[in-house]
């Protein structure tokens, strides 16, 4: 019984928009077991992507809703389903999908059992098919590199993006918490993930991270280029999150970086331009990259090959500035939905497991 109700769970996982895919192991099932407890998973069966008050969920459930309530709150706690708090009113519950979301709520429950199976996972749950069609995240220039000559759109500036957002929060990164643990990490900084609205009053309830103000989240995001780090907000012009991440970490790059063309699997609107007749040969450039997309010539002289993200962390640093960002064709820029519903919506359309209408209408009945 125990095993059919985690089979259940994965299944009922994989329908939402990101997915939770099998694997010939069986590693998904016992990440599923440390998360939740049999009851919790059999009370997650019963949510969808449609927010509930906890009397709803009773009614339906046949149970007392003071019991459900109460389990429905620890549930949201432990970061295995998602609470929304409107201005009036009780919490809404809801289904929530295990990457990006169930996954990282646990930055703080990492243990090296957990990590361990989660990266068996990862290549498994990061389908390249289907980021490249519909990416959870996208990558965007760093403040210091993006060209002048060029129109950038708002939602291509993470400071613009930040100044949108009264709301935000500072998370500690799981990628590299994880990777810690397993005894690979860096030591670059850790509270780096920047989340806005809804979603910082989540991880802010659950204790996962604290309120900053905006000029924080802009000190953060220049230690994020002194560091090396990549801009990742949410795939959508109205952003949830910015994720700054390194290639050493980073769950998303290191998979992607094990393809001869990552340029071609992440989202981003820029590719890095080399002026070689300036170029000094410092190697400075090959050491910022995250992709290793830069090598030097027996001439020292830097050249740029299809592993390029656009993240410009190159640019920023580069002495003689023969580096710079160039904004790649249309044909080549992938679409940036305009809201995170959207984006949502894309994602479960090309994955085939939840048609776009069915979506859009369980949002709207649950905005009534």
Not at 44 to 52: D, F
Not at 180 to 196: D, N, S, Y
Not at 231 to 242: D, K, V
Request: hydrophobic share 35%; aromatic share 6%; glycine share 6%.
């Amino acid at each position: 019984m125990a095993k059919d109700i985690y089979q259940r769970l994965a299944r009922h996982l994989d329908n939402l928009p990101g997915g939770f895919p099998s694997t010939e192991s069986g590693v998904e099932f016992r990440i599923l077991r440390r998360l939740f407890a049999p009851e919790e998973a059999e009370l997650a069966l019963n949510l969808t992507l449609i927010p509930e008050e906890s009397a709803s969920v009773a009614k339906r459930l046949r149970l007392p809703e003071d019991e459900i309530a109460l389990r429905l709150e620890d549930m949201a706690r432990k970061g295995l389903i998602y609470r929304i708090q409107p201005k009036d009113g009780p919490p809404r519950y809801m289904a929530w999908q295990f990457a990006i979301g169930i996954w990282e709520f646990h930055v703080n429950d990492l243990d090296p059992d957990l990590v361990r199976d989660m990266e068996k996972y990862i290549p498994v749950l990061l389908n390249v098919d289907v980021w490249k069609k519909a990416p959870q995240l996208r990558t965007i220039p760093i403040e210091q590199s993006i060209p002048v000559e060029h129109v950038i759109w708002p939602y291509e500036r993470a400071e613009e993006l930040v100044r949108s957002h009264r709301r935000i929060l500072v998370a500690p990164c799981i990628c590299r918490r994880e990777r810690k643990i397993a005894g690979e990490g860096c030591h670059k900084p850790e509270e780096t993930c920047l989340v806005f609205g809804a979603g910082a009053d989540y991880y802010l309830k659950n204790g996962i991270g604290r309120m900053i103000d905006q000029e924080e989240a802009f000190r953060i995001l220049k230690e994020a280029d002194k560091a090396g780090l990549v801009l990742q907000p949410s795939n959508s012009q109205e952003i949830a999150n910015i994720c700054c991440c390194c290639g050493c970490c980073c769950g998303v790059l290191r998979t992607f970086k094990q393809h001869p063309r990552p340029g071609t699997i992440i989202s981003s609107p820029f590719r890095v331009s080399i002026k070689q007749e300036t170029c000094q040969g410092c190697g400075t450039c090959l050491g910022r990259c995250p992709m290793d997309a830069l090598q030097m010539s027996e001439e020292k002289i830097a050249s740029i090959d299809g592993r390029c993200i656009g993240c410009g962390l190159c640019v920023s640093t580069c002495p003689s500035h023969s580096l710079s960002l160039a904004r790649k064709p249309s044909p080549e820029q992938s679409e940036v939905p305009k809201t995170m519903l959207k984006s949502y919506m894309k994602l479960a359309r090309v994955r085939g497991k939840l048609g776009a209408g069915r979506l859009f209408k369980m949002w709207l009945k649950s905005r009534r």
